[in-house]
């Protein structure tokens, strides 16, 4: 079952806001994944992490790998409009696992 | 690449039919994973195959449910016979290349009336 405490679990933001969400665990893991899911679609993977520290960034997206790997976060910085969706955490080991999403609205 | 392949996108059946949900891995994936997605539970890993051969299938929910992978290039799950409690958005998902990404298709959303 999910063993990934992501939060906050909604967040109602003003456009050019920077936005920050993270996820938890009690286990270590090698892998940590970000995905962005919109209405009617699957999850699209924003951005993969391999190693403990590691700080990886895509457009205004940002990510890091914990140091203890039990932890990630993801920081989106002047949110517009079209970042508007539910924002899932993952982890793996020899499965994924998944964090229960941040739904994330951004008000014009 | 064309992605993960899933079909149909839409299945609205009653009570009792059979469902077949299919999918298409990216080529060259050797790992394939079915999810279920609902408001209440979030993403639910159902079953995944590893080089075509079911690895672990502990979250299919019962004997209702079935899955295959009779080749690396195509995939199904059975559901039989269909209850209400099914409706749900069915995605299919896959791993492999560089990095081992897990991608998603765009999903299956079954309303089972």
């Known amino acids: 079952g999910q063993q990934l405490n992501q939060s906050p679990q909604s967040m109602f933001i003003q456009e050019g806001e920077d936005v920050s969400m993270n996820c938890t665990s009690s286990s270590i893991f090698n892998t940590w994944l970000w995905y962005k899911q919109e209405p009617g679609e699957g999850p699209v993977l924003l951005i993969a992490l391999y190693k403990a520290g590691e700080l990886t960034s895509n457009g205004r997206l940002t990510a890091q790998f914990g140091i203890t790997r039990k932890d990630s976060f993801l920081n989106i910085s002047a949110s517009i409009p079209s970042d508007v969706g539910i924002y899932f955490c993952a982890a793996t080991g020899n499965q994924f696992y998944f964090g229960t999403g941040t739904s994330l609205t951004v008000i014009p | 690449d064309a992605g993960v392949i899933q079909s149909p996108r839409h299945e609205v059946t009653e009570m009792g039919q059979e469902v077949t949900l299919r999918c298409k891995p990216i080529s060259g994936h050797n790992s394939l994973f079915w999810y279920r997605q609902t408001m209440m539970r979030g993403l639910e890993l159902l079953i995944y195959?590893?080089?075509?051969?079911?690895?672990?299938d502990s979250g299919m929910p019962e004997d209702r449910f079935s899955a295959k992978m009779p080749n690396a290039s195509f995939s199904t799950l059975k559901i039989q016979p269909s209850e209400p409690r099914d409706s749900a958005v069915y995605f299919c998902?896959?791993?492999?290349?560089?990095?081992?990404?897990?991608?998603f298709g765009s999903g299956t959303q079954l309303s089972v009336l």
């Open positions: 998902a896959t791993r492999g290349g560089a990095g081992e990404k897990l991608l």
């Open positions: 195959f590893n080089n075509n051969v079911p690895i672990d």
